[in-house]
């Protein structure tokens, strides 16, 4: 029997995955707590004391806990340490979910930054959209800044394969290509 295992990327070390050049730095963000929430944003930002609104693609986020805007009824909260919001639906009309096992996130940094944007995507980070969802490197991500740094969230099945296209892109800007 053949070996499908063979046509997939290995993953690397996870906590000591680490891409350097002179003008790029990625590194794997780890413990992120990480929540999906559906419905009515305005009842997610009473019950939960957090605003409803969330940063867009490229938008910029602040702090220990914040939010990206996914759809107009959607999103991604993140958080350095666990929330204290039950899972599931809330009949104040929003819906919470924990995707922290189901996304990777990596952060990028460093004087080549807008050469690594333009080689994943072709949307202007000078203009941040209204949505953080997006194609880049040819996968759907979830992308924004957080803190001057470029964050990244994938599926967790595709991170190998991102990660392969980052040592990719990083080698041919430090390249000069």
């Given at each position: 029997?053949?070996?499908?295992?063979?046509k997939w990327?290995?993953?690397?070390?996870?906590?000591?995955?680490?891409?350097?050049?002179s003008?790029?730095?990625?590194?794997?963000v780890p413990g992120?707590?990480?929540?999906?929430v559906?419905?009515?944003?305005?009842?997610w930002?009473?019950?939960?004391?957090m605003?409803?609104d969330?940063v867009?693609?490229?938008?910029?986020?602040q702090?220990?806990r914040?939010?990206a805007?996914?759809a107009r009824d959607?999103?991604l909260?993140?958080?350095?340490t666990?929330?204290?919001i039950?899972t599931g639906?809330?009949?104040?009309g929003?819906?919470?979910?924990e995707?922290?096992?189901?996304?990777?996130v990596f952060e990028?940094?460093?004087?080549?930054?807008d050469?690594?944007i333009?080689?994943?995507?072709t949307?202007?980070?000078r203009q941040?959209?209204?949505s953080?969802?997006l194609a880049?490197?040819g996968?759907s991500?979830?992308?924004?800044?957080h803190?001057?740094?470029l964050?990244?969230?994938?599926?967790r099945?595709?991170?190998?394969?991102?990660?392969?296209w980052m040592?990719q892109?990083?080698?041919?800007?430090?390249?000069?290509?």
């Amino acid at each position: 029997m053949r070996d499908l295992a063979e046509k997939w990327s290995v993953a690397p070390d996870w906590q000591a995955a680490n891409i350097t050049t002179s003008d790029l730095a990625v590194r794997v963000v780890p413990g992120l707590s990480q929540m999906l929430v559906s419905g009515s944003l305005d009842a997610w930002a009473k019950t939960s004391g957090m605003h409803g609104d969330g940063v867009g693609a490229f938008g910029a986020a602040q702090g220990d806990r914040y939010a990206a805007r996914l759809a107009r009824d959607r999103l991604l909260i993140m958080s350095n340490t666990p929330l204290v919001i039950a899972t599931g639906w809330h009949a104040e009309g929003f819906a919470v979910t924990e995707i922290s096992a189901g996304l990777q996130v990596f952060e990028v940094e460093g004087a080549a930054l807008d050469a690594f944007i333009a080689r994943g995507t072709t949307l202007d980070p000078r203009q941040p959209s209204p949505s953080a969802a997006l194609a880049f490197a040819g996968i759907s991500a979830i992308v924004y800044c957080h803190e001057s740094k470029l964050r990244i969230h994938v599926d967790r099945g595709l991170a190998a394969y991102l990660w392969m296209w980052m040592e990719q892109a990083a080698g041919h800007i430090a390249a000069g290509n």
